[in-house]
């Protein structure tokens, strides 16, 4: 069975880095996307950054040249480096997976496996 744990979520600092993981096991399909996800107080769930199996990536205009999304296929992990963070960043983080390489990427129900949240917060 497909698992999906996430972590690394913190409080920190305008302007300082955090790095979120999450793990995953029982994942074998060999085309796939990747994503994080987050959800800030009282607003919708968002699509933040995407990781497909072809090596392309894809990132939502408001994290574009500050967060890097990447795997490490032997670990089984995904990352999410965010750097330079805001307050508006303040979110629960949460990484989803799919059994294909989706269409439209940020589109929360292209992926059926989930992991649970890991909350961030940005003090300014």
């Known amino acids: 069975q497909e698992r999906m744990v996430a972590s690394g979520g913190g409080s920190v600092q305008s302007g300082g880095s955090l790095r979120l993981s999450c793990a995953t096991s029982?994942?074998?399909?060999?085309?796939?996307?990747m994503a994080w996800f987050r959800q800030a107080p009282a607003k919708e769930r968002e699509g933040v950054s995407v990781?497909?199996?072809?090596?392309?990536?894809y990132y939502t205009d408001s994290v574009k040249g500050r967060f890097a999304i990447s795997r490490d296929n032997a670990k089984n992990t995904l990352y999410l480096q965010m750097n330079r963070l805001k307050s508006e960043d303040t979110a629960i983080y949460y990484c989803?997976?799919?059994?294909?390489?989706?269409?439209?990427?940020?589109?929360?129900?292209?992926?059926?496996?989930w992991g649970q949240g890991t909350q961030v917060i940005v003090s300014s």
């Open positions: 989803a997976a799919s059994e294909y390489i989706v269409g439209r990427k940020f589109r929360e129900e292209e992926y059926n496996i």
């Open positions: 990781f497909c199996s072809d090596g392309r990536t």
């Open positions: 029982g994942y074998t399909y060999v085309n796939y996307c």
